[in-house]
C-alpha cells in the first residue's frame, strides 16, 4: 500500500515548487546583499540566510500536509472551528499589539521575526469555503442555506484586512473566494443575488470611506502608471526604476549579481521587486522561467481540481491554484505597470517567512489531493475490473 501510494504523488508538481524555491532562494541573495548592508545595517547575507531557515521550515510543513490526508480538515470540528476563530482573533489582535511597517498595522512582531495573519487567513479562507460548500451541495442554490452563512466569516476577515489598511491582500482573498463560489455548483440566480447582495453591502462603505479609500496618495498610484518618469522622485520612484531595471536586463540580462538597480535605487528589491531584479540579471530567459513554473503549478492545480470526484478536494484545489494565480498576477502586473502597486509578493520567490509558511501548506494540501486522485484512478479501476473479472468467472454475470 505504502509503495502505491508513493507512486502516486505528483511528482512533477513537487518538482516545480522545488525549483521555484531553491531560485527564489539564489535570487532573495542576489536582491538583498546590498540593501543589507546599506539599508539595514546587517551583513551581506542576512535575508539570504533567514530565507534558508523559513526553507527547512517549509518542506517540514510541506511534507506533513503532503502526508496526511486533506479530508481530515473536512470532517473535524477540531480543525475548521479553531481555525476560524483563531483567524479573526489574530486579525482583531493587531489592532491593540500588531506592528506598523509602510503604514500598515499589519504584522506581529516576535523577536526579530514579523508574522502577518493576513496570509493565514487566505488559506484559512480556501480551507473553510470548501468544506462549507462542499458540505452544501445537496442545497447550494438555496440562498439563506446554502450561499450566505459562509459568506459572514470571509466578510468579517476582509473588513479587518482592510481596517489595518491592507488593500492588496483583502482584493485577493475576494478574487480567491469569488473563484471558488463559481466553481461550487451555484446556478447563475443565486450568483446574481449575490452580486446585488455584496454591492449593496461595499457600495455604501465605499462612499462613507471615500475620502480615506480614494485618498491623494492612493490614487497617484494610478496617476503615475501613465508615466511613472514624471513623478520619479515621489510617487513613481518605485515604478520608474522597476522600469529601468527591466529595460535593462534586455534579453540576456546584465548577469547573475550584476544588478545595478538593487544597489539603493529600486526599493523593497528582495520582495515586492525581486522580479524586475530577475529581469535585469537574467533577462527573459529568467523571467520566462518564474513564469512558466508559477504557469505549470496553477494549471496543474485547475487539472487536479477537474479531476477530483470529491467536492472538498475539488475546490480546495482550486482555491489553492487561484490564490497562486491570482497573487502572481497582481505581483508582476504592479511590477510591470500594469496595474497600481498593492505590495503583494510573488509566490515561493520574494522573500518572507509568513507567506513561505502559509504557502508550504496550500502546496502540500495541493499535492494531496493530487496523489488522492491518481491513486484512486489508477488502483480503484484495477480493483474493479478486477472484480468485475471474478464475478464473470463464478458465473454471477451472463451475456446473451
Not at 506592528?99 to 480556501?126: C, D, M
Amino acid at each position: 500500500m505504502i509503495k502505491k501510494i508513493l507512486k502516486s504523488y505528483d511528482y512533477t508538481l513537487i518538482t516545480a515548487i522545488i525549483l521555484l524555491c531553491a531560485f527564489g532562494l539564489v535570487m532573495v541573495y542576489s536582491a538583498s546583499m546590498a540593501s543589507a548592508v546599506q539599508r539595514y545595517d546587517v551583513p551581506s547575507d542576512y535575508f539570504y540566510q533567514k530565507q534558508k531557515m523559513w526553507l527547512l521550515c517549509f518542506f517540514c510543513i510541506f511534507f506533513v500536509f503532503a502526508i496526511v490526508p486533506y479530508k481530515i480538515m473536512q470532517f473535524t470540528k477540531w480543525f475548521q472551528v479553531p481555525m476560524v476563530i483563531g483567524s479573526i482573533l489574530l486579525l482583531l489582535g493587531l489592532f491593540r499589539f500588531g506592528h506598523t511597517a509602510g503604514n500598515a498595522q499589519s504584522w506581529y512582531l516576535i523577536g526579530s521575526f514579523r508574522l502577518q495573519p493576513a496570509e493565514f487567513v487566505k488559506l484559512a479562507v480556501i480551507i473553510y469555503l470548501a468544506a462549507v460548500y462542499a458540505k452544501k451541495q445537496a442545497y447550494i442554490n438555496q440562498f439563506n442555506k446554502g450561499v450566505l452563512p459562509p459568506l459572514v466569516f470571509l466578510f468579517i476577515v476582509c473588513f479587518l484586512i482592510v481596517l489595518q489598511p491592507d488593500y492588496g491582500t483583502a482584493i485577493i482573498i475576494a478574487a480567491i473566494a469569488a473563484t471558488m463560489i463559481f466553481s461550487s455548483g451555484m446556478n447563475f440566480k443565486s450568483i446574481s443575488k449575490l452580486v446585488i447582495m455584496t454591492l449593496i453591502v461595499v457600495l455604501p462603505v465605499i462612499f462613507v470611506a471615500k475620502d480615506t479609500i480614494f485618498s491623494e496618495k492612493r490614487m497617484s498610484r494610478i496617476t503615475v502608471l501613465e508615466n511613472p518618469f514624471a513623478y520619479e522622485k515621489d510617487a513613481g520612484f518605485h515604478l520608474a526604476n522597476s522600469y529601468i531595471a527591466i529595460g535593462s536586463g534586455g534579453v540576456n540580462g546584465l548577469g547573475l549579481g550584476k544588478s545595478i538597480q538593487k544597489l539603493g535605487y529600486l526599493p523593497e528589491s528582495h520582495t515586492d521587486f525581486i522580479m524586475a531584479v530577475i529581469a535585469e540579471e537574467l533577462g527573459i530567459w529568467g523571467v520566462g522561467f518564474v513564469i512558466l513554473l508559477l504557469a505549470y503549478i496553477v494549471l496543474r492545480g485547475i487539472y487536479i481540481s477537474l479531476q477530483c470526484k470529491d467536492p472538498f478536494g475539488s475546490l480546495l484545489s482550486i482555491g489553492i491554484a487561484s490564490m497562486i494565480g491570482i497573487q502572481s498576477f497582481i505581483n508582476l502586473a504592479g511590477v510591470s505597470g500594469l496595474i497600481p502597486l498593492t505590495g503583494v509578493t510573488l509566490p515561493f520567490v520574494s522573500y518572507g517567512g509568513s507567506s513561505l509558511l502559509m504557502l508550504a501548506a496550500a502546496s502540500g494540501i495541493l499535492v494531496n489531493v493530487s496523489m488522492f486522485v491518481k491513486f484512486e484512478k489508477k488502483y480503484k479501476n484495477k480493483q474493479e475490473q478486477a472484480n468485475e473479472k471474478k464475478k464473470n468467472q463464478d458465473g454471477n454475470v451472463y451475456y446473451l
